[in-house]
């Protein structure tokens, strides 16, 4: 089944304790990015890359790393977490970054205290 | 930033009834999304309009792109409670896409 997988769903952690969301697709896709969720502002974009080794800024990066080591897999890490990081967080793949479909993962709800 | 909006925020009404949510901006795409997310999920494609002026329908909804390919709208007909959800719309720029605000439909039955 084409899926892309986030874990973990849900995580609560404390102000300043590095933490790692993982994501891997398993379509081959060439393009992954991440993005957060927060009330009233839609989908906005963290990271995103266009391919193995290759990343770039979206629209909020503070405070956030990405790498691209292999094709399919594409973490999101927080060094140093704070409060208004909260927030609910989708990892997407698709064949390119233009018209095509993207595919999101089910989401993982962070919660900073 | 191409920022995208959307209208209304939040919308109920009945079943049976019609409606139309906007997606507008002042940037033009060389294509716009329309993904609907229920909770608990993430987004999920339903349809991608990509000539000014293009319709395109999927059973009792039909999709709009404007003609300056600036904005776009979202039909229902006959709205049931398993079209209740978010709609999102979204455009595509050189990389990436760009997402609207968002839409909470809630549908009663």
């Known amino acids: 089944e084409a899926q892309v997988t986030q874990n973990p769903r849900y995580l609560i952690t404390v102000t300043g304790k590095k933490l790692t969301v993982t994501c891997s697709q398993n379509?081959?896709?060439?393009?992954m990015s991440w993005y957060r969720q927060d009330p009233g502002l839609g989908l906005r974009q963290i990271y995103y890359?266009?391919?193995?080794?290759?990343?770039d800024k979206g629209d909020v990066p503070e405070g956030y790393k990405v790498s691209r080591k292999e094709k399919r897999n594409f973490p999101l890490i927080l060094e140093s977490p704070s409060p208004n990081q909260t927030s609910l967080y989708f990892c997407?793949?698709?064949?390119?970054?233009?018209?095509?479909?993207?595919?999101f993962g089910q989401g993982t709800r962070l919660t900073v205290v | 930033t191409q920022l995208l909006e959307q209208s209304p925020q939040f919308l109920s009404i009945q079943e049976g009834e019609n409606l139309t949510v906007y997606c507008n901006s002042s940037?033009?795409?060389?294509?716009l999304q329309w993904y609907r997310q229920e909770p608990g999920e993430g987004p999920v494609l339903l349809v991608t309009?990509?000539?000014?002026?293009e319709v395109k329908k999927l059973k009792r909804l039909t999709f709009q792109f404007g003609d300056a390919r600036k904005d776009s709208s979202l039909h229902i007909t006959a709205a049931q409670p398993g079209d209740t959800g978010l709609y999102l719309c979204?455009?595509?720029?050189?990389?990436?896409?760009?997402f609207g605000t968002g839409t909470r439909l809630t549908v009663i039955p």
């Open positions: 979204a455009g595509t720029g050189a990389n990436n896409l760009f």
């Open positions: 890359s266009m391919n193995v080794e290759v990343t």
């Open positions: 309009v990509v000539t000014g002026g």
């Open positions: 379509m081959n896709h060439e393009y």
């Open positions: 940037s033009v795409f060389s294509s």
């Open positions: 997407a793949s698709s064949f390119s970054g233009r018209a095509t479909e993207a595919f």
